[in-house]
């Protein structure tokens, strides 16, 4: 009978991995939404915590981790690798899969790596609220708990698909003290200019974004907070690749394929960032990236500056969207309906360095129970991505290779979707070409 294999454990990180110097290409700088310009870091202040915008721009290969964070990290960190033997066997493969278990965190998935220090970092300032979006609830979850082990307040706007999909959220969020409203809500201009247009809109993490930053841009107590996309968000989350390099080492294994879904970006640049050194000095490791069909920003989206919500309040990115007008369909993968993709991914895309893949959600749903009835564990949607495309990779792969990839969260909150799926009412949806060139636009023309 086989046995799980138990890895040894490494020690937690004590210092984040910054990609931004490795880069082959710098990234474009951010520009201000109104005039275009270049972006100074001033222009951040009254929405972003000081030593965020620092990250945000740092040129420091490693960023130290704080005392007080590295204390909450220790409740869950390191988090296991696991060897996923049964998973092996029932897809007959010839080399050999692991998982990185980010479901181990309080919150349930890897947002408490990131949701920790942003928190802290505002707590320091003197911040006493903080708002956010999210769009399974994964992150509104993360930063509701870190705002109570801060004493802090939190407000979270949760795209309303979700939040009627997945009504546990709300209760979990309310038992951590923090505050939740389905958006669009009638609690912002944003809100309410949307809810004008259409009553019955479903909400996109584009406008559930645009909610949270009109929210603490009018409140001088509040800042706001990002669950994925922006560099030191990606950051934070380096310790899940820095702990997996480390892992793999103490058992002689060598990752050939890094495997995580995309949504904004932040899982799966965690993951493989790390790595990103060894690849661009020619070690052979594949970065894949998975992501709904339904909303494909990396396999088709254009590569270009755009908003980072739907009112044209945050900073212009460049990265690749499928413009921030675009309103998503209600797949069940939350987490993944965002228009666009961490400017970093995005530059390790358009040079190459990753391959992206796109899947219906009907087919993830299929991989997750598999694992669930193999590995015994039950992942979130999003984490089915990651899950259908290892499977996807194992089947391909050469005999003897090694193939990683990131459970980011459980789905223990999510058993409506397993509910709608098993009934056979999940439709799977690919996106219309028209639908992605008329939300295209709506993008500025920005020159770089």
Known sequence: METRINLPQSEMPKAWYNALPDLPTPLAPPRDPETK????????????????IKQEMSSEPLIEIPEPVQDIYRLFRPTPLVRALKLE????????????????????????????????????????????????????TALSFACSMFDMKCTVYMVKVSYEQKPYRKILINSYGGEIFPSPSDRTNSGRAMLAKDPDCKGSLG?????????????????????????????????????TEKQLAMIGEKPDYLVGCVGGGSNFGGLVLPFLPRKLKGEDITFVAAEPRACPSLTRGSFRYDYGDMARLTPLMKMHTLGHAFMPAPIHA???????????????????????????????????????????????????????????????????????????????????????????NLENYELPQECIDQALMMCPTVEG
């Open 37 to 52: 310009e270049i972006l100074t870091p001033d222009k951040l202040e009254p929405i972003f915590a000081r030593e965020l």
């Open 207 to 243: 406008l559930a974004i645009s909610e949270a930053v009109e929210d603490a841009a009018t409140h001088d107590d509040t800042r706001y907070t990002l669950g994925s996309v922006l560099n030191h968000v990606l950051l934070h989350q380096t310790v899940v690749g820095l702990e």
């Open 334 to 424: 939350g987490g993944l309906r965002y228009h666009g993709e961490a400017p970093i991914i995005s530059n390790l895309m358009e040079e190459g360095l990753v391959d992206a893949r796109a899947y219906y959600q009907n087919d993830c749903f299929e991989a997750a129970l598999l694992f669930l009835k193999t590995e015994g564990f039950l992942p979130a949607p999003e984490t089915s991505h990651a899950i259908a495309s290892a499977i996807d990779v194992a089947r391909n792969a050469k005999p003897g290779s090694c193939v990683v990839f990131l459970y980011s969260g459980h789905g223990m909150l999510d058993l409506a979707s397993y509910d709608a799926y098993l009934r056979g």
């Open 89 to 140: 066997k029932a897809i007959g493969a010839k080399c050999r899969i692991y998982y990185k278990n980010e479901s181990v965190s309080p919150a349930g998935s890897h947002k408490t790596n990131t949701s920790v220090p942003q928190v802290y970092y505002n707590k320091l300032e003197g911040v006493r609220r903080l708002s956010t979006e999210t769009g399974a609830g994964q992150w509104g």
